[in-house]
Structures are given as C-alpha cells and as structure tokens.
C-alpha cells in the first residue's frame, strides 16, 4: 500500500505561481511511476504530468513550458511547479503512483487539492 497526500494548492492570480507537493509513505521502494491528474465539475479526470522512477516525463499539451513535474530520488515527495497559470488550469489536482503490490501493478491516489486561477 502506498499513501499519498498532496498540498500546495489554493487560491493565484492568472500569470502567478503555485508549487503542488504529495508525500508518498508506505510501500515507498515498490512505486514505479508517480504522475498528477486534475479533474473539474462534470468532467473527467485526466492526466496533466507523469514521470517514471527513471526520471522520464511526459506533460499534456496544456502545461506543456509552464508546468514542470520532479521528484525526489527516493520517489518520497512529487512536485508540480505551475508557473504562468491560467483561470482554465482551475481545477483538483490530485497526486497517483503506481507500484508493484506481489505480483501485480495498482494505482493509488492522494484526495486532491484545489487550485483556484482567477482572473
């Protein structure tokens, strides 16, 4: 099992700055890949930036120069460094790491946080 709680989120003005954390415990060494998903009213949710224990990462196009995701060695914290944001990155950012349990790949989540961009 792998915990995750996420902070950082809150209220910026468009064209400001926010920097996202989520803390992993738990069956930390077995975590493979840890990515960000946000998810707005009525929408689903969707991924935004992953990255693998390999230190890989792949963004969606909307973050794409403006977000960037990190993590630290030990796959122990995910950052998302939101820079230049904008009132459509409004949304909950939740926090996802996938991790090797016996035999078997599962993905966990943190309960989010909110983000709030405003104009």
């Known amino acids: 099992q792998v915990q995750l709680v996420e902070s950082g989120g809150g209220l910026v003005q468009s064209g400001g700055s926010l920097r996202l954390s989520c803390a992993a415990s738990?069956?930390?060494?077995?975590?493979?890949?840890m990515a960000w998903y946000r998810q707005s009213p009525g929408l689903e949710r969707e991924l935004v930036a992953d990255?693998?224990?390999?230190?890989?990462?792949e963004y969606v196009d909307a973050g794409k120069g403006r977000f960037t995701i990190a993590r630290d060695s030990g796959m122990h914290t995910l950052y998302y460094e939101m820079n230049s944001v904008k009132p459509e990155d409004t949304s909950v950012y939740y926090c996802?790491?996938?991790?090797?349990?016996?035999?078997?790949?599962?993905?966990?989540w943190g309960r989010g946080t909110q983000v709030t961009v405003s104009s």
């Open positions: 738990g069956s930390v060494s077995n975590v493979v890949h």
């Open positions: 990255i693998t224990k390999g230190g890989l990462t």
């Open positions: 996802s790491a996938k991790a090797l349990v016996i035999v078997a790949m599962e993905q966990f």
